[in-house]
C-alpha cells in the first residue's frame, strides 16, 4: 500500500465526493466536483464553515446519499488534499495519478483560513487586479474598495482601484484618485487581446526590445515622449536569450485563454502567475508580463514546494525550488497601453481601447 500510494495509486475506499472510481483509479466526476469547487469557493469568500452550511442547505445541494452535507463532512472537504491531485498515506504526501478538482493555491488558502481567518478576503475576489496596480503619478499601490450607492430603494456595489495616497493624505494628493474596476479590467483585458493577434506589431516591438538588450541601456526607456509605447525589458532581462514573437504570442492567447476557463479565486490567482504588475497614469497603462519559454511555467502548481499564498488581497509566491512550476520572475516584459482620455479615469470612450508604437 505504501507502495502504491508512492507511485500516486488511490488506496481503496470510498472515493472522496468529487470522484467515482474506475478501474481501481479516482476519475472525476464532473457534478460533483462544480459542488466541491463551489463549496472551497463559499468557504474563502465566508470563513464559515456554518455559512457554507447554510448556502447548501439554502440552494438544496446534497451528497450521495440525498442528505444535506453535514458541517463535519463540509470540515473533512475542506481539508482533504486529494481534491489537489495529491494522496496522502500514513501521514505523507505523495503526488497523485488522479486529475485535481482545485488548484494547490486554493486549498492553501483554505487551510490558512483554518486557522487565521482571511481579512476582506471578498474584495480580493471581487478585484481580478487585487495587489496588483500601482499609481504612476505618486508611486503608492492603487488599493481595492468599493461603494454602496441607494436608488430607487435598491442597492447598487461600485468597485474601485484607489490610489492609497488619496487614504493617507486626501482627496487632492494625487489627481489619479481612483479608477473604476470594471473599466480598467476590461481595458486590459481588450487591449491585450487586441495585441495578442497584431502579428506586425508584436514583431516590431521584440526587434526593439531585443536590440535593447545589447544596448547600454536596456530598458528602453520612453526617453521624453508620453505616446512612445510597447514592450520593454524588467532590466534583468539581459542575462538571457532574446525574446521570441512567437513565444510573446503564446503566452498572451494562452493567458486570455486559460483566463476564460477559470472562475472566482482561481481566476484572480491565475493572473497573479501571468502578470508582475501594472503601472496606471492617466495617460497610459504599463503591464509587466512574466516571460518564459515554456508554457507549462504558467500551469496551475502540481508540487508542494511551491504553493502561491494570499495575504492582505495579493498573492504572493514561496517556497521555490528548481522544480516550480511559477514563472521564472528574473525574465518580464511590459506592454504599455496608451489610455485616450483626461481626468482621473478613462472614459467610455478611451476604454474601448487602442494601442500605439514609435
Known amino acids: ?65 440525498g442528505k444535506i452535507f453535514s458541517k463535519a463532512h463540509l470540515a473533512r472537504i475542506l481539508r482533504n488534499i486529494a481534491y489537489t491531485g495529491k494522496i496522502k498515506y500514513a501521514n505523507q504526501i505523495y503526488q497523485g495519478i488522479h486529475q485535481p478538482i482545485i488548484s494547490e493555491e486554493l486549498f492553501e488558502l483554505a487551510q490558512k483560513s483554518h486557522k487565521k481567518r482571511i481579512r476582506k478576503f471578498r474584495i480580493y475576489k471581487d478585484f481580478l487586479f487585487g495587489g496588483l496596480i500601482n499609481c504612476k503619478e505618486c508611486g503608492y499601490k492603487m488599493s481595492a474598495c468599493f461603494t454602496n450607492k441607494w436608488r430607487n430603494g435598491k442597492m447598487k456595489r461600485y468597485y474601485y482601484y484607489r490610489c492609497t495616497c488619496v487614504n493617507k493624505k486626501g482627496w487632492r494628493a494625487c489627481s489619479t484618485k481612483e479608477v473604476s474596476a470594471d473599466r480598467i479590467e476590461n481595458y486590459v483585458l481588450e ?49 538571457f536569450p532574446k525574446f521570441s514573437p512567437e513565444t510573446i504570442v503564446s503566452i498572451l492567447k494562452s493567458f486570455l485563454s486559460f483566463l476564460s476557463q477559470r472562475r472566482g479565486v482561481e481566476r484572480n490567482l491565475l493572473v497573479k502567475r501571468f502578470i508582475k504588475d501594472i503601472l496606471y497614469s492617466q495617460e497610459n497603462i504599463k503591464i509587466t508580463l512574466f516571460y518564459s519559454e515554456n508554457l507549462k511555467d504558467f500551469q496551475i502548481s502540481q508540487t508542494k514546494e511551491s504553493p502561491a499564498l494570499l495575504w492582505q488581497g495579493r498573492a504572493k509566491f514561496s517556497g521555490r525550488s528548481k522544480r516550480s512550476s511559477l514563472p521564472p520572475q528574473q525574465r518580464e516584459f511590459a506592454s504599455n497601453i496608451r489610455v485616450l482620455s483626461v481626468g482621473f479615469e478613462p472614459t467610455t470612450h478611451g476604454l474601448r481601447g487602442r494601442y500605439s508604437t514609435n
Open 191 to 239: 487591449n491585450l487581446e487586441r495585441i495578442s493577434i497584431d502579428k506586425d506589431y508584436i514583431e516590431n516591438l521584440v526587434f526593439k526590445l531585443n536590440h535593447g538588450l545589447n544596448s547600454s541601456n536596456p530598458r528602453l526607456k520612453n526617453s521624453g515622449s508620453a505616446v512612445k509605447e510597447g514592450l520593454e525589458p524588467s532590466g534583468l532581462c539581459s542575462k
Open 1 to 65: 500500500m505504501l507502495e502504491r500510494a508512492r507511485k500516486g495509486f488511490w488506496n481503496g475506499g470510498s472515493p472522496p465526493y468529487g470522484y467515482k472510481r474506475e478501474n481501481k483509479r479516482l476519475v472525476i466526476n464532473q457534478k460533483e466536483a462544480e459542488i466541491i469547487r463551489l463549496i472551497f469557493e463559499t468557504y474563502l469568500e465566508t470563513g464559515s464553515i456554518n455559512m457554507v452550511y447554510d448556502f447548501l442547505r439554502e440552494k438544496n445541494i446534497k451528497n450521495r446519499q
